[in-house]
């Protein structure tokens, strides 16, 4: 069965510079997720789309901005990056909007030096 | 806002024996979803179960089965015959489905590393 894919599946920048991450959803779903997931720590909800519509915000810094294009897909730009933001970037599809689980990409490791 | 609480950091269990990990959350919400999550070394994230608040039925998947108990807000997963693949961080997490706004994220406890022993 089709996964969730995520490109690039790592990424090294320096501080100050930009990085797009990519999410190619799950064929059908129509809901992204992107979660943050520091060393150690649990995954950390940062944006959402519905529909190619922003859906609900969290803890995304305004560095940070993403969109759903037409074919569903999702991109996640960061900008003036810091080294806190050195982390396993995940990007997660559903189908339907709250209706059902959430299934997972292999995650981008984003390493800022 | 929702907390999701698991409390043992860290646990291990010798192979083909029976692993319990705990979950309690706090909600004030009636209707959502619980799942588990796991994470092995690969970091992939899998989803193992999931339990509707509204079905007083325990969730079983082969090996793997919760006890939820929604008075007490307990959810815990139960790792039958437990193999050596089943090494992983497990993710309890919650999602509460309506409402709109902040209520479709995932909310993750900070995690259970489970080892294996051969």
């Known amino acids: 069965a089709a996964g969730v894919i995520q490109s690039p599946r790592h990424l090294i920048k320096e501080k100050r510079e930009t990085a797009t991450l990519k999410c190619y959803p799950i064929p059908r779903h129509d809901t992204v997720y992107w979660y943050q997931q520091g060393p150690g720590q649990d995954p950390q909800f940062l944006i959402s789309?519905?529909?190619?519509?922003?859906?609900d915000k969290g803890s995304i810094p305004d560095r940070f901005s993403a969109q759903q294009f037409s074919d569903y897909h999702s991109e996640l730009n960061m900008s003036s990056l810091e080294l806190g933001d050195s982390a396993l970037y995940f990007c997660a599809s559903s189908f339907g909007q709250g209706k059902a689980e959430q299934y997972f990409g292999p995650g981008t490791r984003l390493t800022v030096t | 806002a929702q907390t999701v609480t698991q409390s043992q950091p860290e646990m291990s269990v010798q192979e083909a024996e029976t692993v319990t990990l705990s979950c309690t959350y706090d909600t004030s919400e009636n209707n959502y979803y619980l799942f588990w999550y796991k994470q092995p070394p690969s970091r992939q994230m899998i989803l193992v179960i999931r339990q509707e608040a509204y079905k007083q039925q325990n969730a079983t998947e082969n090996r793997f089965s919760v006890n939820f108990q929604k008075a007490a807000k307990s959810f815990s997963l139960k790792i039958s015959d437990s193999q050596l693949g089943d090494t992983a961080m497990y993710f309890c997490?919650?999602?509460?489905?309506?409402?709109?706004?902040?209520?479709?994220?995932?909310?993750f406890g900070k995690g259970t590393l489970l080892t294996v022993n051969p």
């Open positions: 789309f519905y529909e190619k519509m922003q859906s």
């Open positions: 997490a919650f999602m509460n489905p309506r409402g709109g706004g902040s209520n479709y994220k995932l909310t």
